[in-house]
């Protein structure tokens, strides 16, 4: 073994030899050669740098390590980054690609190749789009990757059929920052904030978990102060200075008390607010003087009068003192002020799109938007650069994905899809989940089973998926995709002020590339013959339309040889070579090309230190302004604001401005909420029958070593969490006569599940928490089934038409397998599912899944059993129809004939024509 000095970390020109003393040989002094690959973690959506470790002797795998040279990890990573190894390592992880033996669902599949699954996918696919059935083929994204892949090759099909998770995960908080400023997530600059104000679990749990958590502990230890609103003492709550536990649903009226602090202490940014918040249409909307700036500072004190601290605390069961004072915090922070929404209070309640909607009034107050400190929105800090080929947007629309009924909705009614084919409004030909587990991780997962166990309704199932799932189960095709070490994706997201991209690569094709070995496919060189996804879609796209007829072939020709199927280094080539800027040069200075540079480096930083791109200015000449109104406009359309010395691009609003009040909201049948304002959950305390033993369920957090469905094929991670007890308060306990451990019963309005208690002083009185992510199951006897590091065995019947009880009929346990720690598992459970007996609550104008429940909570009965989960679908639907009579649907709100605003995304967007009805 060579001397080098001590290094943090191998640099990267010895990344391809890197030498090391094995620690599991110790004491022997045994050295080992390792190739070392960067590539992007999977297991949430943070994106951050991976290296892994490759044993040049076997060409295994050994370790997975943070990359520092990531921009926004900087080496170091949560327990689920590391943990790949174990997910690449799974005994029983699907390798090759199968078709279904039997009727569907029978658990059987058979091993075919990768031809014949081409060949009968491409076929059917070919079929409904010459038959001019574009909204029957669909693909169901739950872990996404590569920002605009998929979109791409859908729009190349022309079909209206892009899916997601989103709306059982965010869709209420988009709908709320969106609503302000057109970007639908917030970019906070933690490390550089003086206070902190976080509506989640963020340091443990939250959205971009590990980069966030780094730098709010960075600022933590220059003097910044944290505040933490959860009904939970989460380990994030612990380590704030303020924890802010309201009563669940209350979470916007205490928003509206900071800003009631503000404006009565007027340490509101005046001067931000003149410029950048369209204050006019606000006066004009409350019949005020549109022109005079201080009956508008007038009119807005009053407006939130009301909102005192000390009636604030006493509607959201909080300490006056502390509302006050958190709102002083965040006066003396000024545009110091970062903040953060994600799922918590927005995924939960109905209406939960106002907590982001207020939280964004509080940083606008004080004008913390973009600023150093503050909280910019996301688009700003990320970076999607443009491919070889873009298809023209497509010309169908489906109201399987966008109903009619809820022109608002940020992303597709996803979690809705069964109920929505059960109303008849459609069938699904071909349906891919990718990365998504929908019998288990939506509401309502018997309705899933009923609809994918109809060949009717779903004629194709296919699952595109790392491992086994529940979801699988009931799929025609289960098809291997790669783990983080296994596949290309281009990633970028906003963790901090700044733009960069990170590229996930196959560990074993870039390896087998360093030692010059030939292959054509990435699945060639790949464990078993689990494909690189990307690769995937374009021999598809590829045999769909194999001459061309269809205009779909052209978006997958090499831009380099004509008429020549692209490949994949060619498709990230031309990214690399024309669309990232300084890529080219800083590749050239090490002698590589951009492609090589980033198969070298992992990541590529674009711009550091980005703030107030708001105030750049408008290029060019042809536009007017008018000093007034404080905009500049082309051809009678604002096109920025107009400070009266330069005309800036503003927010991507209709007016540039920050709405404070929104026409939007006004324009599709809800003026009541077109400005800041707070409106009562569906498990507000006025909903709840107290004497009948109701109680609010929070079922929207995880645990801080858990990835949606995908923990369970990792051995650390289970072994670190594999229970999920119901949280409960000594007073309720005492109430209920419950004791630390016992079983209860937890009763939806459709169904109800039995677990044990954890009685602790960590959450609120009144209020039940039990977290997400476990309580997997297998159908006992199944003959493919997977993730027995945590998968229950159970027996799920049917006990009456429409009712299903599962029971579990095996702990987990010793197994044999390949892997010897398989038969050294200590732990006896693998929690308890719950989201099988929540019915859906589409919020009538988000559209987002309202996680909280109100539930009656007793003791178990006789014959109950830990884990048993009952649900009886004939309430299923009630309980849907009656949400949807709280919608107010397109046709009889909005301008128009539209069916959503034109101005609001769509993940995959149609031409303008479309969203006409
Ligand atoms: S926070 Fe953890 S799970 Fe998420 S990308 Fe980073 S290492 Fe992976």
């Not at 280094?569 to 800083?586: C, H, Q, T």
């Not at 016992?742 to 039990?770: F, M, S």
Request: charged residues 25%.
């Amino acid at each position: 073994m060579r001397t080098t000095p001590l290094e943090n970390f191998p640099p990267p020109e010895q990344w391809d030899d890197w030498q090391e003393l094995d620690a599991k040989a110790w004491p022997k002094r045994v050295t080992k050669s390792y190739s070392l690959v960067p590539t992007i973690c999977f297991n949430c959506e943070a994106a951050c740098g991976l290296v892994a470790y490759v044993d040049k002797q076997d060409g295994k795998i050994r370790k997975v390590e943070g990359n520092p040279y990531h921009p926004g990890s900087r080496g170091r990573n949560c327990a689920k980054g590391p943990a790949t190894v174990n997910q690449v390592d799974d005994p029983e992880r699907i390798l090759y690609p199968m078709k279904r033996v039997g009727e569907r669902g029978s658990g059987r599949f058979e091993r075919v190749s990768w031809d014949e699954v081409l060949d009968t996918l491409a076929a059917r696919i070919r079929k409904a789009i010459v038959e001019d059935r574009k909204t029957e083929v669909m693909y169901h994204v739950g872990r996404p990757g590569h920002d605009g892949y998929v979109e791409r090759v859908l729009q190349s099909w022309g079909v209206d059929g892009h899916n997601s998770h989103t709306n059982v995960c965010s869709a209420a908080a988009r709908l709320g920052y969106t609503l302000w400023s057109g970007y639908d997530r917030p970019s906070p600059d933690y490390e550089n904030a003086k206070f902190t104000l976080l509506i989640s679990a963020h340091l443990e749990t939250g959205h971009y978990f590990n980069p966030h958590a780094q730098r709010i502990i960075d600022a933590k230890m220059k003097g910044a102060k944290l505040a933490v609103c959860d009904i939970r003492l989460s380990n994030t709550a612990s380590m704030s200075d303020y924890w802010l536990a309201p009563r669940p649903g209350t979470e916007a009226m205490m928003l509206l008390g900071f800003a009631h602090v503000l404006l009565r202490d007027d340490t509101v940014d005046w001067d931000f607010v003149r410029t950048w918040v369209d204050w006019r249409a606000y006066q004009q909307a409350k019949g005020r003087d549109a022109d005079d700036f201080e009956d508008f500072q007038r009119g807005l004190r009053d407006d939130y009068a009301a909102f005192t601290p000390a009636h604030v605390a006493e509607v959201c069961g909080l300490d006056a003192a502390m509302v006050e004072q958190v709102g002083k915090e965040i006066g003396a922070a000024g545009s110091a002020f970062s903040s953060h929404v994600w799922r918590n209070a927005a995924a939960g309640n109905e209406g939960g799109w106002a907590v982001a909607r207020n939280l964004q009034f509080v940083a606008v107050l004080v004008g913390a938007v973009a600023s150093i400190g503050g909280t910019a929105g996301s688009g700003t800090n990320k970076f999607v650069p443009a491919t070889h080929s873009k298809p023209r947007p497509h010309e169908v629309w489906s109201e399987l994905l966008y109903p009619r009924e809820w022109p608002l909705a940020h992303h597709e009614l996803s979690f809705c899809l069964p109920h929505l084919v059960k109303s008849g409004r459609g069938r699904i030909d071909t349906y891919f989940a990718r990365v998504y587990n929908p019998v288990w991780t939506n509401p309502d997962g018997a309705m899933w089973i009923d609809m994918l166990q109809d060949e009717q309704q779903v004629g194709c199932h296919v699952m595109l998926s790392p491992t086994w799932n529940e979801t699988a189960r009931w799929a025609d095709f289960v098809l291997p995709m790669g783990h983080a070490t296994e596949r290309h994706d281009l990633m970028s997201q906003e963790t901090h002020a700044a733009t960069w991209i990170g590229f996930r690569q196959p560990v074993h094709r870039v390896l087998a590339q360093r030692q010059g070995k030939e292959f054509t496919w990435t699945y060639e060189v790949n464990p078993g013959e689990v494909w690189e996804e990307d690769e995937f879609w374009i021999a598809l796209s590829w045999k769909i339309d194999p001459d061309g007829e269809l205009g779909i072939r052209q978006h997958f020709e090499s831009p380099y040889r004509e008429g020549e199927r692209i490949t994949i280094d060619e498709y990230y080539g031309w990214i690399f070579e024309n669309s990232v800027p300084g890529l080219p040069e800083a590749a050239a200075a090490e002698g590589q090309t951009p492609l090589e540079y980033m198969r070298r480096h992992g990541c590529f930083l674009v711009k550091d230190q980005v703030y107030k791109t708001h105030e750049t200015e408008i290029e060019g000449s042809d536009y007017a302004v008018d000093p007034e109104l404080g905009v500049a406009h082309r051809d009678g359309k604002v096109i920025g604001v107009y400070d009266g010395e330069k005309a800036m691009v503003g927010f991507h609003t209709p007016s540039k401005k920050l709405e404070l009040y929104s026409p939007t909201m006004a324009e599709w049948g809800w003026p009541e909420y077109s400005t800041p304002t707070y409106l009562k959950s569906h498990i507000d305390e006025s909903q709840l029958d107290r004497e009948n033993g109701e109680m609010a369920l929070v079922p929207t957090f995880r645990l801080p070593t858990l990835i949606h469905t995908r923990s369970a094929n990792s051995k650390w991670l289970t072994e670190l969490s594999n229970t999920n007890p119901v949280w409960m308060h000594p007073s309720d306990a005492e109430r209920l006569g419950i004791e630390m451990g016992d079983l209860v019963r937890v009763a939806t309005r459709i169904g109800y599940y039995v677990n044990a208690v954890w009685v602790t002083e960590g959450v609120r009185p009144g209020v039940i928490a039990c977290s997400h992510h476990l309580g997997r199951w297998t159908v006992k006897g199944d003959q493919v089934s997977g993730n027995h590091w945590q998968l229950h065995d159970v027996d799920l019947r049917k006990v009456s038409d429409t009712a299903y009880l599962m029971r579990r009929v095996k702990d987990v346990g010793r197994f044999k397998s390949a892997d010897k720690e398989s038969e050294k598992v200590w732990w006896s459970s693998g929690g308890v599912h719950q989201n099988m007996t929540f019915p859906v609550q589409p919020d009538p104008i988000s559209g987002m899944h309202c996680w909280h429940q109100k539930v009656k909570v007793t003791k178990a009965e006789p014959g109950d059993r830990y884990g048993d989960v009952f649900v009886d679908t004939k309430e299923s639907m009630a309980h849907f129809e009656e949400w949807l009579g709280k919608t107010r649907p397109a046709g009889e709100h909005g301008p128009g004939d539209l069916r959503r605003p034109l101005h609001l995304k769509r993940v995959c967007r149609p031409t303008d024509e479309t969203f006409r009805l």
